[in-house]
């Protein structure tokens, strides 16, 4: 099940943390992945770990930050890496700020980056899968999108904006047999989480119904999910995966 043999992904924010582990498991099940993202040497690093294990993958430098640069930077995928199928929105950026405090760049760059570049991508993307009459659009926002979060506003704006575009896509998109989910992480054990104080790690913790954090493997495997055939009749919806956090 959830094999995606013969299949071209293209994941953003693919050079480290959540986007490397949903590539690499997208990689491990069949499918080809062009890992996208703004650093090339880090990009190479992942490339090089699939490869070395069995997958295959393409590096492409990719700035969403740089909207109007997205087609462009699209259109120089080689012949055989340009059919993307299922396309992972993952990217994103944090500026975090209490409101009064928040800077009106802080606001535009988060928004610019999680948002925009998100358009931007799926826009050129969908075409694609249009003309092929199949496709998976899978966009990674936040728990923080559907309950908030203090010092947050930029960044649960922009996360909760992903949920409203990603359904306008899902009826947009349906008659052409391609479908637009979203999954929504909560805490995950990350190097950031690794050190915060304990007395922090507590309190998150104890708002977390299963009372742990979730990994980024688990994540993945929901992205995954939402990109099978297994998931053919799935569109428009919201995936929760937050241990509990936001019920």
């Given at each position: 099940?959830?094999?995606?043999?013969?299949?071209t992904?293209?994941?953003?924010?693919?050079?480290?943390?959540?986007?490397?582990?949903?590539?690499?498991?997208?990689?491990?099940?069949?499918?080809?992945?062009?890992?996208?993202?703004?650093n090339?040497?880090?990009?190479?690093?992942?490339?090089?770990?699939?490869?070395?294990?069995?997958?295959?993958?393409?590096?492409?430098?990719?700035?969403?930050?740089?909207a109007?640069?997205?087609?462009?930077?699209?259109?120089?995928?080689?012949?055989e890496?340009?059919?993307?199928?299922?396309?992972?929105?993952?990217?994103?950026?944090?500026?975090?700020?209490?409101?009064?405090?928040?800077?009106?760049?802080q606001?535009?760059?988060?928004?610019?980056?999680?948002?925009?570049?998100?358009?931007?991508?799926?826009?050129?993307?969908?075409?694609?899968?249009?003309?092929r009459?199949?496709?998976?659009?899978?966009?990674?926002?936040?728990?923080?999108?559907?309950?908030?979060?203090?010092?947050?506003?930029?960044?649960?704006?922009?996360?909760?904006?992903?949920?409203?575009?990603?359904?306008?896509?899902?009826?947009?998109?349906?008659?052409?047999?391609?479908?637009?989910?979203?999954?929504?992480?909560?805490?995950?054990?990350?190097?950031?989480?690794?050190?915060?104080?304990?007395?922090?790690?507590?309190?998150?913790?104890?708002?977390?119904?299963?009372?742990?954090?979730?990994?980024?493997?688990?994540?993945?495997?929901?992205?995954?999910?939402?990109?099978?055939?297994?998931?053919a009749?799935?569109?428009?919806?919201?995936l929760?995966?937050?241990?509990?956090l936001?019920v």
């Amino acid at each position: 099940m959830f094999r995606l043999d013969g299949r071209t992904a293209l994941v953003t924010g693919a050079s480290q943390g959540i986007g490397e582990v949903i590539a690499t498991l997208l990689a491990r099940q069949g499918a080809r992945v062009v890992l996208a993202a703004r650093n090339r040497e880090k990009l190479d690093t992942v490339a090089s770990k699939l490869t070395a294990g069995g997958g295959r993958a393409y590096a492409l430098t990719l700035d969403l930050s740089r909207a109007e640069e997205v087609p462009e930077r699209l259109k120089s995928l080689p012949e055989e890496w340009s059919q993307v199928e299922i396309l992972v929105n993952n990217a994103g950026i944090t500026a975090d700020n209490l409101l009064v405090r928040m800077s009106l760049e802080q606001w535009r760059s988060v928004l610019e980056t999680n948002l925009t570049g998100t358009f931007a991508v799926t826009r050129e993307i969908a075409r694609g899968m249009l003309r092929r009459r199949w496709g998976r659009i899978v966009t990674v926002s936040s728990v923080v999108g559907l309950m908030g979060n203090a010092g947050q506003a930029n960044y649960a704006a922009a996360k909760a904006g992903l949920i409203g575009f990603t359904k306008s896509v899902a009826r947009e998109l349906a008659s052409r047999n391609v479908t637009a989910n979203v999954v929504a992480p909560g805490f995950v054990e990350t190097a950031m989480t690794e050190v915060l104080p304990q007395a922090v790690r507590d309190k998150m913790l104890s708002e977390i119904a299963l009372g742990r954090f979730g990994s980024a493997e688990e994540i993945a495997a929901a992205v995954v999910y939402l990109a099978s055939d297994e998931a053919a009749y799935v569109t428009g919806q919201v995936l929760n995966v937050s241990g509990g956090l936001y019920v």
